[in-house]
């Protein structure tokens, strides 16, 4: 009986997945090496390139490897970089004041990469969490029971200004503070960086999902000891309306580009801002999510390529028109 079974369709959508190459001509969402930006993290001095136990294939660089990796970056088309310090814990206090040092080891690590690679668009951080001995993003209340906005938002314009002294093309601001966004723009400007943009994490989520970048950059080290989550000023994971308003916020105030982040968890949330601004959004597929597909990977229990492929083709169907992952140098050297 059901060998002869017939239907009479007139729509038969396998018609066009029949061969390899009708799928690709059909085929709507293509990555490309210059869809991504690559995160690096710099430390200062120790030799060899320092793996990060929980981001397999993800290493602290010093400058001059750093240097070489962004060579390397460059050659295999990646066209941007975004650099974290992890700095040594003695140099770290509760205001964070080594983020204001005009020779802080970012500063100088983007003096290094913008002199050896000046076509490689250089991103750096703005927030104090590298910094803080507390760990977080920000400088804490008298009552050390809140990170305080508007002192931070000052601290944070002076630290946009020196990273775009020392050449970076776009500061990120991504210690969610209100107001930082108008006011690092305000700073920019008046010191005569105009041509200095800013990419803002305008929709970031206070997610569980950091945590191997805390271990990366040292800024987890104090958990326990104070109130370490960020939820007071990172986005509550359950709210969609709350975002958009954040990144319409942004955008008011005079960002540049947009950003999501997560990415794999907040794809309604990359495809809702998409569709409330016309400024380019970038999502940022983080710590966690890398360390996920990497773990399962080496479980035998994931394809890595494949599920590397199909999580940052998902990034870019939702809307993002670029996507910082971990996984931009593989990408870049795959799609070769
Ligand atoms: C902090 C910052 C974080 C990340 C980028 N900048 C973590 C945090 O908010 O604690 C996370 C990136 C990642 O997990 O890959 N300003």
């Known amino acids: 009986m059901p060998d002869t079974f017939k239907l009479d369709l007139t729509h038969r ?27 690096l993290f710099v430390v ?74 000046p076509e490689l668009t250089v991103l750096t951080d703005v927030a104090l969490d590298p910094y803080t001995s507390h760990g977080h993003d920000g400088v804490l209340t008298a009552a050390g029971d809140d990170v305080e906005n508007d002192r931070t938002v ?42 200095t943009g800013i990419m803002a994490y305008s929709a970031k989520f206070n997610s569980a999902y950091y945590g191997p970048f805390r271990d990366a950059v040292g800024s987890a080290q104090a958990a326990g000891t104070r109130l370490l989550s960020k939820a007071t000023y990172q986005l509550n994971p359950a709210n969609r309306r709350e975002a958009i308003a954040e990144a319409l916020l942004d955008e008011a105030e005079g960002a540049d580009i947009l950003m999501v982040k997560p990415a794999g968890l907040y794809l309604d949330i990359i495809r809702d801002v998409r569709e409330a601004t016309r400024k380019p959004v970038a999502a940022y597929q983080i710590s966690g999510e890398y360390a996920q597909i990497c773990a399962a990977a080496r479980l035998g229990w994931l394809d890595l390529a494949r599920c590397r492929h199909e999580s940052l083709l998902a990034i870019k169907r939702a809307g993002a028109d670029m996507i910082l992952t971990y996984f931009a140098k593989d990408m870049a050297a795959a799609l070769r």
């Open 13 to 39: 959508p396998r018609r066009l997945r029949r061969t390899p190459s009708l799928r690709r001509m059909v085929e709507e969402t293509v990555l490309r090496p210059a869809d991504f930006i690559a995160p």
């Open 154 to 195: 000052g601290l944070l314009a002076k630290m946009a200004v020196l990273q775009a002294r020392a050449g970076v093309d776009l500061v990120a601001p991504s210690d969610m503070m209100d107001g930082r966004v108008g006011a690092i723009r305000q700073a920019l400007d008046a010191a005569g960086f105009t041509g």
């Open 44 to 117: 200062d001095g120790r030799p060899a390139p320092d793996e990060i136990k929980s981001m397999p294939g993800v290493f602290r660089f010093n400058i001059t490897d750093l240097v070489r990796e962004c060579r390397a970056l460059r050659r295999l088309g990646v066209p941007a970089v975004a650099l974290f310090p992890k700095l040594d814990p003695r140099l770290k206090d509760e205001e964070g004041t080594q983020a204001l040092n005009e020779d802080a080891l970012v500063l100088r690590a983007v003096r290094a990469v913008k002199k050896a690679v």
